[in-house]
């Protein structure tokens, strides 16, 4: 079955407002991870969260876990139409050696 | 420090052809992993490997696919006879060799593969 779904599929925001997504996973984890894709580009690392830690910020990002729920959420603020691309969460699942797990990402649009 | 290098960045082949896609992975990174993504979805995980050894192969198919990643030289996924349902873009990663288990994936741009 498939780790990491993320919801919404598909976001449209204007500039300057907050862009929320979540991420649900089905196993235990040893960390999540959220990543960036530009179109047609490969994917860039943003933050990782460990399994003993409930929030985490980097710059403009915020993410939080809740592994009672299995799930996680990023908070881009204040967002920019450089933000405009697809986000990704990957879980690092405990039984599965050293691979991650992506989910079927949100697509994000920032209008300027 | 070159990032992930993967060539070709397209690649066009017919039915029934090999499609040989390279990847080096960062300075100093002995682990590798490829994976597959179709149009609108998430990566798919194919293959992990370490230097000369194969160490999780469990989402690549049993056949036509196959990978390597020799002592020398760039990690290499090779599919053979390719089908239309192969066309995807195929990403390759790299990890240093750390084994905490909380290792950030460094992607390189893929490779687009077209099957006619």
Same mark, same amino acid.
């Given at each position: 079955?498939?780790?990491?779904?993320?919801?919404?599929?598909?976001?449209?925001?204007?500039?300057?407002?907050?862009?929320?997504? /979540?991420?649900?996973?089905? *196993?235990?984890?040893?960390?999540?991870?959220?990543?960036?894709? /530009?179109?047609?580009?490969?994917?860039?690392?943003?933050?990782?969260?460990?399994? /003993?830690?409930?929030?985490?910020?980097?710059?403009?990002?915020?993410?939080?876990?809740? *592994?009672?729920?299995?799930?996680?959420?990023?908070?881009? *603020?204040?967002?920019?139409?450089?933000?405009?691309?697809?986000?990704?969460?990957?879980?690092?699942?405990?039984?599965?050696? /050293?691979?991650?797990?992506?989910?079927?990402?949100?697509?994000?649009?920032?209008?300027? | 420090?070159?990032? &992930? !290098?993967?060539?070709?960045? $397209?690649?066009?082949?017919?039915? @029934?052809?090999?499609?040989?896609?390279?990847?080096?992975? !960062?300075?100093? $990174?002995? $682990?590798?992993?490829?994976?597959?993504?179709?149009?609108?979805?998430?990566?798919? #995980? !194919? &293959?992990?490997?370490?230097?000369?050894?194969?160490?999780?192969?469990?989402? !690549?198919?049993?056949?036509?696919?196959?990978?390597?990643?020799?002592?020398? @030289?760039?990690?290499?996924?090779?599919?053979?006879?390719? &089908?239309?349902?192969?066309?995807?873009?195929? #990403?390759?990663?790299?990890?240093?060799?750390? @084994?905490?288990?909380?290792?950030?994936?460094? #992607?390189?741009? @893929?490779?687009?593969?077209?099957?006619?």
């Amino acid at each position: 079955s498939q780790q990491g779904e993320e919801d919404p599929q598909a976001l449209s925001i204007q500039e300057g407002e907050n862009a929320t997504m /979540n991420c649900s996973y089905k *196993t235990s984890i040893n960390n999540l991870q959220w990543y960036r894709q /530009n179109s047609g580009r490969g994917l860039v690392h943003l933050i990782l969260i460990r399994s /003993n830690e409930r929030e985490k910020h980097s710059g403009r990002l915020r993410v939080t876990l809740d *592994t009672s729920k299995k799930s996680s959420s990023l908070l881009i *603020t204040a967002s920019r139409a450089a933000d405009t691309a697809s986000y990704f969460c990957a879980s690092h699942p405990k039984a599965a050696g /050293n691979k991650l797990t992506f989910g079927g990402g949100t697509r994000v649009l920032v209008k300027p | 420090n070159a990032g &992930v !290098m993967q060539n070709p960045r $397209h690649l066009v082949r017919r039915r @029934g052809q090999e499609a040989r896609l390279r990847c080096s992975p !960062m300075k100093g $990174h002995s $682990h590798v992993y490829w994976y597959r993504q179709l149009p609108e979805e998430g990566l798919k #995980f !194919m &293959v992990y490997l370490q230097k000369e050894n194969i160490i999780d192969e469990s989402g !690549m198919p049993k056949e036509r696919f196959s990978a390597e990643f020799p002592k020398e @030289g760039p990690s290499i996924l090779r599919i053979q006879q390719v &089908v239309r349902g192969d066309s995807a873009a195929y #990403f390759c990663a790299s990890s240093p060799l750390r @084994g905490q288990g909380d290792e950030k994936l460094f #992607f390189g741009s @893929g490779t687009q593969l077209s099957v006619l």
